[in-house]
Structure formats: C-alpha cells, structure tokens
Nanobody, 115 residues
C-alpha cells in the first residue's frame, strides 16, 4: 500500500521560510516525476513545483519562481520543498504526489503565513 506522508508545515510570519518533506512508503519513487501541490481554502488543488525522476529538471508555478525550491533524495524516497519569502497567499495545505497524481493523497501539511 502506497503512503505519502508530508511534514514540515507550520505557522510562519511573512518573509519567513519553511522546508517541507514528503516521504513515500510502499513504492520506490525514483522512477517518477514528483510534484508538490497546494490547496488553499475554497480553491482547487494546484501544482506548485515538480521535479524529474533523476532530480535534474525542475519547474515551478510562475508566481513562485525564485522563492520555492524542490529537491529530492531518491535514496530516502523523499521529496523536499524549500519555501522562502513566504507570503500570506501561500497559506494552504501542501501535498506531494507524482506529477500525474497516481497515488492516493496523503494528509498534507498545513502552512499558515500570518503576522
């Protein structure tokens, strides 16, 4: 059974940073393009960043370029999202999944940006 477990969220002031982690179990993810998604209250889930299977190629939503960085450690079956310069509009529940979202969604991790 595949399980995705996200962690690292929390309450942070505007301009602050967080590093999210996503550990996968029940599957080896090194063959998948992985993504971080987020869902804000009242909005649809959106893809914010993705990383190729080998980690050599990344892409981001236009509004996030330069602030977020996705990375992965295939030896640990883990994907990371470093978030800097956080803004209130980044407040959301953050999830990871493959780029095509083939696995069951995990619980996500709440990120709240507020002063």
């Amino acid at each position: 059974q595949v399980q995705l477990v996200e962690s690292g969220g929390g309450l942070v002031q505007p301009g602050g940073s967080l590093r999210l982690s996503c550990v996968a179990s029940g599957v080896i993810t090194n063959g998948y393009t992985m993504g971080w998604y987020r869902q804000a209250p009242g909005k649809q889930r959106e893809l914010v960043a993705r990383i190729s299977a080998g980690g050599g190629t990344t892409s981001y939503a236009d509004s996030l370029k330069g602030r977020f960085a996705i990375s992965r450690d295939n030896a640990k079956n883990t994907v990371y999202l470093q978030m800097n310069g956080l803004k209130p509009e980044d407040t959301a529940v953050y999830y990871c999944n493959t780029f095509t979202a083939v696995f069951k969604w995990g619980q996500g991790t709440q990120v709240t940006v507020s002063s």
